[in-house]
């Protein structure tokens, strides 16, 4: 058995993030669990008093981030592994897609975990290990009509993360980006509900439709996800990308068989448009 390890959640009232809480503290190691619902985390930290600890936060309120989580991590002891896991999605076709609503889900799906990456950096750099363990989505791999924002700022993010792991793979610290397929969560009942107008009722209103027709019915089980992830961090043995259950494993293959697919037959010209040497 590894020494017990100290664990930073986001998003840790319900969901995935609750059941990372649970199976850490179940394996002995020692959570920080962050989200805005007080109760739920009363919840929490009562089913383990002496490790786990709390923080009622808005991650996407900045000023806050900055005053309470730095002393909130100091009293807790330690941090080995950062979980960026607080996300809400949003359902709305590009066209009808406010300004308001986009900035809205891109402050929690990217703005917000990127301060919180750059606020434990020095902390992580200075004690030269640690993990930093993004949720990103299946919806990064590719995406579907009707999640046009939210899949952005999950594909954003992944590309930060790209830069991010080659900046501070020398400095101890290792990156992880896992790719969920559909979860039995919440996550659905609260979608950010935006525009879908008519001329899209085809297809984004289809898939919104269809996920309202699956909630509840998620093939993905978070508590098994939590399992796999707490036990690959033990071992070491996370990846910078791992897609999670069969649905993203399935779709991440299929990806990566087809990439070329599109654009290969049109190699040489696209080389052919470089300045003769
Ligand atoms: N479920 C799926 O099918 C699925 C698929 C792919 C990816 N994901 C990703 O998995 C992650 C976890 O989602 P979930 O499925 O567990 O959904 P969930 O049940 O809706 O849980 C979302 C969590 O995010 C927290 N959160 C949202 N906004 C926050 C904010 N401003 N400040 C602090 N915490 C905030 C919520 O906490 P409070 O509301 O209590 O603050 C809650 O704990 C998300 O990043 C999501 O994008 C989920």
């Not at 990064?140 to 046009?148: E, L, Q, R, S, V």
């Not at 609260?190 to 009722?201: K, M, P, S, V």
């Amino acid at each position: 058995m590894s020494t017990p390890k100290h664990w930073l959640i986001t998003g840790a009232s319900r969901g995935l993030g609750r059941a990372l809480a649970e199976a850490a503290l179940q394996r002995g190691d020692r959570v920080l669990a962050i989200s805005r619902d007080a109760t739920a985390l009363q919840h929490l930290q009562a089913t383990e008093p002496q490790a786990c600890q709390s923080l009622v936060l808005d991650i996407t309120d900045g000023a806050a981030l900055e005053a309470q989580l730095p002393p909130a991590l100091d009293a807790f002891g330690g941090l080995d592994i950062l979980v960026n896991n607080a996300g809400v999605g949003m359902l709305a076709s590009v066209e009808d897609s406010s300004p308001q609503l986009t900035r809205a889900n891109f402050e929690v799906n990217f703005f917000a975990p990127m301060r919180v990456i750059q606020l434990l950096l020095p902390r992580l750099r200075a004690q030269r290990q640690g993990q930093i363990l993004t949720i990103s989505a299946a919806a990064a791999i590719g995406n579907y009509p009707g999640f046009g924002v939210y899949g952005a700022a999950k594909a954003a993010l992944e590309s930060l993360h790209e830069s991010l792991r080659q900046e501070v793979m020398s400095l101890g610290i290792g990156v992880s980006l896992i790719q969920p397929g559909p979860l039995r969560t919440d996550f659905i009942a609260n979608l950010t509900q935006g525009d879908i107008g008519e001329a899209y009722q085809g297809n984004a209103g289809r898939f919104a439709r269809y996920l309202q027709s699956v909630q509840g019915k998620q093939t993905g089980s978070p508590q098994r996800a939590a399992q796999l992830l707490v036990e690959l961090a033990h071992e070491g043995r996370l990846p910078f990308r791992l897609p999670l259950g069969a649905y993203a494993v399935n779709k991440a293959r299929e990806r990566a068989a087809t990439a070329l697919r599109d654009w290969e037959p049109l190699m040489d010209a696209a080389r052919g448009v470089d300045s003769p040497p």
